[in-house]
């Protein structure tokens, strides 16, 4: 049992500088007013506009496979080229990420469970620390009462 936690507190201490590095960046690149930048999102030429987002059924079908229906629903075959996947799973784990569930904007949802992650995964590093501190005092005192 002592090497399980030992185990999960150092496989824990390595991941969360990387869970720190995502939150961090994934803020950053939700919120450009925290880099200072005013420009709007870039999209690659030939990309969907946000007016055009959504895909009629006649439209779709003018895509290729990627917006292809099934009965009547969008297959989930990811987006095609120059497509940014709006009625895929692929677009749909995107819109996730940009902070819209659908046609509704949960930006600050977005923003409020990364800077929740920041805040865990500093305060989960310096408990490790604290941790690793008393582990290492503990066994000082042990080898100096064994001595």
């Excluded at 120059?82 to 692929?90: C, F, P, R």
């Excluded at 000082?140 to 001595?147: G, T």
């Amino acid at each position: 049992m002592k090497r399980t936690r030992q185990l999960h507190l150092w496989i824990g201490l390595i991941c969360s500088v990387f869970i720190l590095i995502q939150s961090i960046t994934g803020l950053l690149l939700s919120e450009k007013w925290l880099t200072g930048s005013t420009e709007t999102e870039m999209r690659p030429p030939g990309a969907m506009s946000q007016a055009s987002n959504s895909m009629t059924p006649s439209a779709a079908g003018d895509q290729g496979t990627a917006g292809a229906m099934q009965g009547n629903r969008p297959a989930l075959n990811g987006p095609g080229p120059g497509q940014d996947g709006a009625n895929s799973l692929t677009g749909f784990i995107k819109g996730l990420h940009e902070g819209k569930i659908g046609n509704t904007n949960v930006k600050w949802l977005v923003d409020i469970a990364a800077i929740s992650m920041i805040f865990l995964t500093i305060t989960g590093i310096i408990l490790s620390i604290k941790t690793l501190r008393a582990q290492d005092i503990s066994r000082k005192k042990r080898r100096a009462l064994e001595a």
